[in-house]
């Protein structure tokens, strides 16, 4: 069945840092792929989406690239700061609005 | 604003006890979903509601129960609560199910501990 990965947490990074949070994923056919981000005690939000191979989802500074070839989806932002600690999580919709969640990155940005 | 508002925000329950988890959207969404959240597995999705009048089974909908009151409300059961289900419970909504790009919008969260 459709499955996401992600790298594994906590990453930690000191503000003005560079970005890269990889997610790859098991499909088949080419379903549209999400970033959503956690703030503590809330729930997620959508950050980010691509619903084709090679578009590309911004928001935020944050940018992420539908890769076919790669089945990967992996999400960038050229300089975190502190407001940026969260837990990313990468989906995929399968199917019928149905979304499968990686397990989630902790990001903390120091000062 | 609300979006999509779960009551109640945490709740402690004794083994065989048994609650239900409300949820509301205001955004005159068609589908509604309950995921679970555990350390390590991400969300995993337990039903969901293509439209009102409709539920189908999640990933993991075993000791679960829903019901999609009207266009507004989908509620969560737990009809025999088990250590197993200690968690914390999303609900969503989104516009249509059957347009795979719709973003879904999250509530709080319900943080939900079984002794």
């Known amino acids: 069945g459709n499955s996401v990965t992600q790298m594994e947490g906590p990453v930690t990074l000191s503000e003005e840092a560079f970005l890269t949070i990889n997610c790859t994923y098991t499909?088949?056919?080419?379903?549209?792929l999400f970033w959503y981000v956690q703030y503590p005690g809330e729930g997620l939000q959508l950050l980010l989406k691509?619903?084709?191979?090679?578009d590309k989802g911004s928001n935020k500074g944050f940018e992420a690239t539908y890769r076919k070839e790669t089945t990967s989806f992996h999400l960038e932002k050229g300089s975190v700061q502190v407001s940026d600690s969260a837990v990313y999580f990468c989906?995929?919709?399968?199917?019928?609005?149905?979304?499968?969640f990686g397990q989630g990155t902790e990001l903390s940005v120091k000062p | 604003n609300a979006g999509v508002t779960q009551t109640p925000k945490f709740q402690v329950l004794k083994t065989g006890q048994s609650m239900t988890l409300q949820c509301a959207q205001d955004?005159?969404?068609?589908?509604m979903y309950w995921y679970r959240q555990d350390p390590g597995m991400g969300l995993r999705l337990i039903y969901y509601?293509?439209?009102?009048?409709?539920?189908d089974k999640g990933e993991v909908p075993n000791g679960y129960n829903v019901s999609r009151l009207n266009k507004r409300e989908f509620s969560l059961r737990l009809e025999s609560a088990a250590p197993s289900q200690t968690s914390v419970y999303f609900c969503?909504?989104?516009?249509?199910?059957?347009?795979?790009?719709?973003?879904?919008?999250f509530g709080d969260g319900t943080r939900l501990s079984i002794l």
């Open positions: 499909a088949t056919g080419y379903p549209s």
């Open positions: 969503a909504s989104s516009g249509d199910s059957y347009r795979s790009n719709q973003p879904q919008h």
């Open positions: 955004m005159n969404h068609n589908s």
């Open positions: 509601s293509a439209s009102e009048g409709t539920t």
């Open positions: 989906a995929l919709d399968n199917q019928g609005g149905k979304l499968i």
């Open positions: 691509a619903t084709k191979a090679d």
